[in-house]
RNA sequence: GGAGAGGUGCCGGAGUCCGGUCGAUCGGGCCUCCCUGCUAAGGAGGUGAUGGGGCAACCCAUCCGUGGGUUCGAAUCCCACCCUCUCCGCCA
């Protein structure tokens, strides 16, 4: 959520930086914004001004009853009787003003940073740079989609998936079931140097869902379980980040830095008929989320460390990996500049996103309401947050094997994983 | 799921029966100063958040789990809900 202030105090800045999202809605409810917030600032002004009288006739009224004064505190019980009506009727007033002032500033989104590149969608996002094998060079062998490599060794059961849960869920078996785990437990361990294992609920309230910025615009992207009016997270990012709302910390203690694998559950809502096929796209899948809470000095230099470390794992299981620069348009709600890391399946013959390092700025703080207080005491500011996936499983699961398919129709594990699949250096069926 | 106890400031903990001078006693912590070879002990003062206004000193409002209600006035009375703890039940 952005800070009314700066509407107030410079909504041309504002609103120059929204347009570079390209959506002539966000401009419109900006400035309707800032005209509610001018009307809500003169009614509660008027509000509190009723108020203080009420107060200060009170405390007169118990004073005068005090010393026998009957018939003169009566005289003001009326008066405040009178003000106290006018003050409810106000209040009410304000009261739907605040809500209809949240409620757009829930939807507006985060304004960009400076330096994301302007475009309209992804078909503008510039590649920032990359590196493992060449995309041309892959064999042959290595040109069948995972999901003909996985049916075919019997790891990857997608009909029996759809006959528990229905489509765009995956059941793996075998190898690719210990696969997949092999890569949470490498991501994890890959981070652990610097990073808080977290296991948080999954399950998550209304309120948790809000403070990252899925509620209210995105309800139709989330399960929702309505008898305990629980959703399913879609992603750790959820968790970690309310870990510390409604907190102040100090700023000598940040970054605060956590790492979590959960399931992700997402409906998919806008995406019926996508990558249906295999392990791109699915209801629930399993990731390794990396998360920083920082200040504002220190965000810009986290940011390039979660980018480096979500680099890192996908160079070291030797895929072809490109780094994108996510344009103004294409840009998540709550971002403030991010970056995606794709990698190259060479069956599939796509770039797949497996991790979108984020900086969100303080707008997740200010919904979670996650402050700082600085070193030398004084004012809270609020916090900045980061993310970015450490490692997405089913997309790297999908990429290997495809890269690491032999010849004969087996899959080689790549060597980094050998520690976590039981002594198993191929995936043989 | 059943029964009971409880939610107050950074922490502990009064106040709630009997509404007013209670944003809140007291203690601890923390900060500044004084005293003292150092440290400890001791003494004095200070110490919340949010919103609004003001160049500023400062002023106004809100906040005692949450939301309603009663009242001139609510931490205190009434209603609903949430959470925590203890015991019982159930259970991976």
Redesign the pocket.
């Known amino acids: 959520m952005l800070d ?2 700066t509407l ?1 105090n410079d909504l041309d800045a504002v609103v120059e930086a929204l347009s570079r999202r390209h959506d002539p809605g966000i401009v419109a409810e900006v400035r309707q914004a800032a005209g509610l917030d001018v009307e809500l ?1 003169r009614l ?2 008027e509000r ?2 009723l ?2 009288r ?6 007169d ?3 005068l ?2 010393e026998g004064k009957r018939e003169e505190a009566e005289g003001l ?1 009326a008066e ?2 009178q003000l ?1 009506a006018d003050e409810k009727r106000l209040d009410g007033e304000v ?1 739907a003003l605040d809500e209809a002032l949240r409620a757009l500033l829930l939807v507006i989104p985060n304004v960009p940073h400076p330096d994301a590149p302007d475009g309209r969608s992804d078909a503008d996002n510039p590649v920032l740079g990359g590196g493992g094998p060449d995309p041309d060079s892959y064999a042959e062998h290595q040109r069948v989609p995972h999901w003909e490599v996985g049916e075919a060794l019997g790891i990857l059961d997608s009909a029996r998936a759809a006959k528990l849960s229905g489509a765009m869920f995956s059941l793996l078996r075998g190898g690719g079931a210990t696969l997949s785990r092999a890569l949470t437990q490498f991501g994890l361990d890959a981070n652990a140097d610097a990073f808080v294992e977290v296991r948080p609920p999954t399950l998550v309230s209304s309120e948790t869902l809000t403070a990252t910025g899925q509620l209210p615009k995105f309800a139709d992207d989330a399960y929702h379980l309505e008898r305990d009016d629980l959703w399913a997270i879609p992603t750790g990012e959820v968790p970690l980040t309310s870990m510390h709302r409604d907190e ?1 910390l100090d700023a000598a203690e940040l970054p605060l830095r956590y790492m979590t694998a959960t399931p992700c559950y997402r409906r998919e809502a806008g995406s019926a008929g996508r990558d249906t096929r295999g392990m791109l796209r699915s209801h629930e899948f399993d990731k390794v989320e990396i998360l920083a809470v920082t200040t504002a000095e220190q965000a810009p230099g986290v940011f390039e460390e979660l980018l480096a470390r979500a680099v890192a794992s996908v160079d070291r299981l030797g895929l072809t990996w490109r780094t994108v620069d996510i344009c103004t348009g294409d840009l998540g709600q709550s971002h403030h500049r991010s970056t995606d890391v794709e990698v190259f399946a060479p069956g599939a013959d796509a770039w797949l996103e497996v991790s979108s390092v984020s900086w969100f700025g303080d707008y997740q703080a200010r919904r979670a309401n996650i ?1 700082v207080r600085p070193d030398g005491g004084g ?2 500011a609020l916090a900045h947050t980061l993310n970015g996936s450490a490692l997405a499983v089913p997309r790297v699961w999908a990429a290997l094997l495809e890269v690491y398919r032999q010849p004969d129709g087996t899959v080689a594990v790549p060597e980094p994983l050998w520690g976590y699949m039981r002594g198993m250096v191929a995936i043989t069926g």
């Open positions: 009314v202030r107030r600032r509660s002004t509190d001004e108020r203080s009420i107060r200060s006739i009170s405390k009224v118990g004073s009853f005090r019980q405040s009787r106290g009261a102040i402050r004012g809270t």
